[in-house]
């Protein structure tokens, strides 16, 4: 088992920045990122970055706006030019996948943070 502890979000204006972050202790893990879920939506995947090499991975939807970041065993997200649709609840997680595995398929993670909100106004 994988204990995340996230801190970070908030509220913002549209246009904004904030920064979450997410420590792991225990466990085993090559892939550590960043979920979110919006009010009657699915969760989906944000970011993610490889543990062993830093090489990221983005959704469509926030690439060239956030950036995932690690240090050691902590993971950080920059988000940058906030929109109202990036309104959600966004968690960690970590899971050793295979290669040929989904990065950023929510389903396959099995080690979750507490979450924390991201609110943006427009």
């Known amino acids: 088992v994988v204990r995340l502890r996230q801190s970070g979000g908030g509220s913002v204006q549209a246009g904004g920045s904030l920064q979450l972050s997410c420590t792991a202790s225990?466990?085993?893990?090559?892939?550590h990122g960043w979920f979110r879920q919006a009010p009657g939506k699915q969760r989906e995947g944000v970011a993610t970055?490889?543990?062993?090499?830093?090489t990221p991975y983005y959704s469509d939807s926030v690439k060239g706006r956030f950036t995932i970041t690690q240090g050691g065993n902590t993971i950080y997200l920059q988000l940058n030019s906030l929109k109202p649709e990036d309104n959600a609840m966004y968690y960690c997680a970590a899971r050793y996948l295979g290669p040929k595995q989904g990065k950023l398929m929510a389903q396959l993670y099995n080690n979750w943070g507490q979450g924390t909100q991201v609110t943006v106004s427009s």
């Open positions: 225990s466990g085993t893990y090559n892939y």
């Open positions: 970055v490889r543990s062993d090499d830093g």
